[in-house]
């Protein structure tokens, strides 16, 4: 029983510290990192069964089976442009925006190297084997890199292209062929080991966006904006056919290829959809798309498309849209729509809440984008709207059950949740600072705007214009007691009436900027949050602080949320961290979640008492589950509490 033992040991512990732990259950991630003109590099491992993608700072393992679930690969610091497996799976490279170049285990997620390759942005890597690499991109002295891991060498020159190199390919068995396609419009053919130039090919009039060599190596494909694919032998260096089916070619410039198998090829453009290629006879087998022809935006355009194993294939639209479509649903007679669409933020995530009426997250970012996440099966789908083109730095529930959302560059939107559309679009007059919408009538919302101006509106109609503390940085309301809250930079609580915006009274202990307002009606407690690192929980009623200032963080503390119940509270700050606080224990409990969000987190919202969702400007958002560790006699009289997932037994009375 020392087993037993050990666990009630851990249990006993977690009293003197939190009553609960918290951990990560789901991760809802991000869309591609995409740029309009440039091909996005996705690749899949076959043996793993994962798709991999660039997505901000980060890189995203979705499973391809699931497609979502997810891991997330954290340690770049500058946006990730590309990603590669090796050829059996064990290791993945990533390359970004300022030429470094990480290795990763695919067992643990881990690190394995660092290496600055480029002086400029990495936008393409092949493995020729498990020990060598060659990376391609932009830079000064040299835009082809072949490299050996072991032992940090340079194997070879590889000159000659006078502008960007994009895409590079190579032979997997000696002796080995390296094929690049450049901005010069110049296809580069390079022997190895160690590699040196042997031949260019000029035969397209446009930026090679990619080129792949087939798996047997016997072939490559070139794709380029001349909106033309080109054939080539591997051995004698010859041009065998330009694949052209009249009437069924692409109409835009050519962004990815993939070889399906040696006979079939699945290409994705800028003319928004994708076609499946029969290479010996030049015909078109299907053709695919995200939507109907005459919905077509510039969203849909394609950047990038991977295939897994033959049957399910894949492509990334310029609004960073998943499209997959399987070849068992394909026809050939008739544009193809995808079986499924996964949509996600493509920029940082900068406000989140949950909508209790409707029961569905719902977010935004930095791109000004809203997705709305609804759940199915404990599966969380998104729905992506294009607000504006600032980003959204509020999110509300309305009485209704939709949502207010503010945008910095001085709009303020409601959207219909169900339908994820604005219904409402409202024009600031002033740079905007926070809203607080009514939880009674679904037509009225406060916004406090830049300079002290406090707005009332009742649907797009101005009901009230008040000059407040000009100030003020954060704003919440209390109906129930007709008060408006107001903080200020230098740590002051003002307390207006809601009717004539009057003040009233105010509440200060500290003098640090606050950051954040939260009222919890039921318990009329009022939470705040500083640029410090502290948290503060106050009677009201009694205009008092209750207990003392609390620290859990190490940065500015940006956002804090109650459980409906009002027995935890959840803190997000730029330190990275997520704090979840026990409000019922004296003094108050917590667990900290470090690191959660890579440059910081920016929103945390509970759903109930046992599930809240945290998000960061690390382009994802996060559902932490909440479970309770430790209860006391007279609070629980259940014989056993949850410890991680095992059922502890209690010690008897």
């Not at 000696?174 to 396609?181: D, K, N, W, Y």
């Not at 694949?243 to 069924?248: A, C």
């Not at 600031?428 to 009514?438: F, G, H, K, T």
């Not at 307002?517 to 705040?528: E, M, V």
Request: one cysteine or more; aromatic letters at 8%; charged letters at 25%.
């Amino acid at each position: 029983h020392l087993s037993l033992r050990r666990q009630l040991q851990s249990c006993i512990r977690y009293r003197f510290k939190a009553p609960f732990s918290v951990s990560i259950s789901n991760v809802l991630s991000s869309a591609p990192k995409t740029e309009r003109g440039f091909r996005t590099p996705i690749d899949i491992c076959p043996s793993l069964k994962l798709l991999a993608y660039p997505s901000g700072l980060v890189v995203v393992l979705k499973d391809l089976v699931e497609l979502y679930k997810c891991s997330i690969i954290y340690g770049h610091l500058s946006p990730v442009i590309c990603v590669k497996y090796s050829p059996s799976g064990a290791l993945l490279a990533s390359g970004d925006e300022s030429g470094i170049v990480k290795i990763w285990s695919t067992l643990d997620n881990t690190e394995k190297k660092s290496l600055q390759l480029m002086g400029g942005a990495v936008r393409d890597i092949c493995w020729l084997d498990e020990n060598r690499i060659i990376v391609c991109g932009t830079g000064k002295e040299r835009l082809l890199v072949p490299f050996q891991l072991d032992n940090s060498k340079v194997i070879g020159e590889m000159l000659h292209h006078s502008k960007s190199v994009i895409c590079c390919d190579c032979t997997k068995s000696e002796p080995f062929l390296c094929i690049s396609g450049s901005e010069d419009s110049h296809i580069g053919i390079f022997n190895g080991v160690p590699f040196q130039y042997s031949k260019f090919f000029d035969n397209h009039k446009g930026f090679v966006n990619d080129v792949r060599i087939s798996p047997s190596g016997a072939m490559f494909a070139t794709g380029s904006g001349d909106k033309r694919i080109l054939i080539f032998d591997t051995k004698s260096l010859s041009l065998i056919k330009e694949v052209n089916d009249v009437g069924n070619n692409h109409n835009g410039s050519i962004m990815n290829l993939v070889w399906v198998d040696e006979d079939t090829i699945f290409s994705s453009s800028m003319d928004k959809q994708c076609k499946l290629w029969d290479i010996k006879n030049s015909k078109c087998l299907a053709t695919m798309s995200p939507k109907e022809s005459a919905k077509w935006t510039v969203d849909d355009m394609n950047c990038g498309g991977a295939a897994f194993e033959g049957n399910l294939f894949i492509s990334v639209s310029l609004n960073g849209n998943l499209n997959v479509w399987k070849k068992a649903e394909l026809s050939n007679t008739a544009l193809n729509l995808p079986s499924q669409i996964i949509e996600g933020h493509k920029g940082r995530v900068t406000a989140i809440n949950f909508n209790q009426k409707e029961q569905v997250i719902v977010s935004g970012d930095s791109d000004g984008c809203v997705c709305v996440w609804k759940e199915t099966n404990g599966r969380y789908y998104a729905k992506a709207f294009k607000l504006n083109i600032g980003a959204i730095t509020d999110i509300k529930e309305a009485a209704d059950g939709n949502a207010f959302a503010l945008c910095a560059y001085s709009v303020l939107y409601k959207i219909d949740v169900k339908n994820v559309v604005p219904t409402q679009t409202i024009k600031l007059e002033a740079l905007p600072v926070q809203i607080a919408p009514s939880r009674i009538n679904p037509l009225i919302v406060y916004a406090l705007l830049e300079g002290g101006i406090l707005i009332k509106y009742e649907g797009e109609a101005i009901k009230g214009k008040y000059k407040v503390d000009p100030k003020a940085t954060a704003l919440e309301i209390n109906e129930d007691a007709g008060e408006v809250y107001i903080g200020d930079k230098k740590g002051l609580i003002h307390i207006h009436n809601i009717a004539d915006m009057k003040e009233i009274g105010n509440v200060t202990e500290y003098t640090n900027e606050i950051a954040c307002l939260n009222y919890h009606p039921p318990s009329k407690r009022l939470a705040a949050t500083d640029r410090y690192k502290l948290l503060y929980i106050y009677d009201i009623a009694a205009r008092k602080l209750i207990g003392n200032a609390l620290s859990g963080h190490s940065g500015a503390v940006w956002r804090v949320a109650w459980s409906p119940s009002g027995k935890y509270l959840a803190t997000a700050s730029l330190d990275f961290c997520v704090t979840v606080w026990d409000s019922e224990t004296k003094p108050c409990k917590k667990v900290i979640l470090t690191g959660i969000h890579f440059n910081g987190a920016t929103g945390v919202a509970f759903k109930n008492e046992e599930c809240l969702f945290t998000s960061g400007n690390d382009g994802q958002i996060k559902e932490i589950k909440i479970c309770l560790l430790y209860t006391s006699d007279a609070a629980d009289d259940t014989p056993c509490v949850d410890l991680g997932g095992r059922r502890i037994i209690k010690k008897k009375r």
